[in-house]
């Protein structure tokens, strides 16, 4: 069982930046792909991007340049980093933990980001 929590959210102005963080309790999150979601107000789930065990990164095509996501497993932890946020962001963001070549897979409760000036 792995147990997520995501922190870092909050109000910031068009323009700014954010670091979401997502810690993982238990042992193997090294083994576990890291993806992060976003949900707006009355929108579905989206990728916002997914880190691999080794590191590889792959973004939505509309965030590619402004988001990053970045891994610790040291610190049992994923990042998101969010540059020149638009209010276009506004959204819930989660991350999923998804253990490759199973169906296993964990979702945080999420952290609310508003971009509003």
């Known amino acids: 069982q792995v147990q997520l929590v995501e922190s870092g959210g909050g109000l910031v102005q068009p323009g700014g930046s954010l670091r979401l963080s997502c810690a993982a309790s238990?042992?193997?999150?090294?083994?576990?792909?890291m993806d992060w979601y976003r949900q707006a107000p009355g929108a579905q789930r989206e990728l916002v991007g997914t880190?691999?065990?080794?590191?590889?990164?792959n973004y939505a095509d509309s965030l590619k340049g402004r988001f990053t996501i970045s891994r610790d497993n040291a610190k049992n932890t994923a990042y998101l980093q969010m540059n020149s946020l638009k209010p276009e962001d506004t959204a819930v963001y989660y991350c999923?933990?998804?253990?490759?070549?199973?169906?296993?897979?964990?979702w945080g409760q999420g952290t609310q980001v508003t971009v509003s000036s």
């Open positions: 999923n933990a998804n253990l490759p070549g199973t169906s296993t897979s964990y």
């Open positions: 238990g042992s193997f999150f090294r083994l576990y792909r």
């Open positions: 880190i691999d065990r080794g590191g590889s990164t």
